[in-house]
Each structure stands twice: as structure tokens, then as C-alpha cells.
Nanobody
């Protein structure tokens, strides 16, 4: 089970940190990812992090502004979002990669992930 929280209403240029807490004792066995879904749009991959946290991948629109990280001792993944823009407004979801999935430094798709948390809404006003 995954629980994401930390969303809210902020102004353009502000920062937010999303957290995703996973239950169970095998958190470190999974690649973790963040997706987002804006109103009227499909769910979009945002970032992923490898099992040990040594590798990360971002979509171009957030690279340099967002940072994904994880603390395996706390079963938690994070998404630090800086310099937020109105275009970042969306419901953000954390997701757990499918067991045994290989890391790739490329776009992930929703089918790469087998468990999802409830979303947390991020609203960025201009």
C-alpha cells in the first residue's frame, strides 16, 4: 500500500515536497516513480528512482526543478518540487515498479508500475 501526501495550493515559483510512504518490508526491492495527471489529460510520467537511489530519471519539463529521492529505512519516496509553474498543476501519484523490473534511463509508462497510491493534488496559481 502506498500513501502519498504533501500536495497543496502554492504560487508560481514556490516549492513543495511530496512524500510517499509504503507499507511492508520490501520497499527497497522496488523502483519507485511519480506520475501526474492534469485535468482533462492522461496520466504522465514525471520521475523515477532506482532501488538504491543511485539512479534517477526525469521528464524534460521537470528536470532541474524536481528531485526524486528515497529513504529505504523509512519506506518513503519523495518528490521535491521547486520553481513550480501553473503547468505543474495536477494530481500527483506515487507508484511502485513491477517486481524484478530492470532500471532504464528512459521514459517509464504506467504499465511499468504495479501498485499506486492515492493521488495528492498540487495546484500552482499564477
Amino acid at each position: 500500500q502506498l500513501q502519498a501526501f504533501g500536495g497543496g495550493l502554492v504560487q508560481a515559483g514556490d516549492s513543495l515536497r511530496l512524500s510517499c510512504v509504503a507499507s511492508g518490508s520490501t520497499f527497497s526491492s522496488y523502483i519507485m516513480g511519480w506520475f501526474r495527471q492534469a485535468p482533462g489529460k492522461e496520466r504522465e510520467f514525471v520521475a523515477a528512482i532506482s532501488r538504491d537511489g543511485s539512479s534517477t530519471y526525469y521528464i524534460d519539463s521537470v528536470r532541474g526543478r524536481f528531485t526524486i529521492s528515497r529513504d529505504n529505512a523509512k519506506n518513503t519516496a519523495y518528490l521535491q518540487m521547486n520553481s513550480l509553474k501553473p503547468a505543474d498543476t495536477a494530481v500527483f501519484y506515487c507508484a511502485r515498479g513491477r517486481f524484478g523490473m530492470n532500471w532504464k534511463s528512459a521514459l517509464f509508462t504506467p504499465r511499468d508500475f504495479g501498485a499506486w497510491g492515492h493521488g495528492t493534488l498540487v495546484t500552482v496559481s499564477s
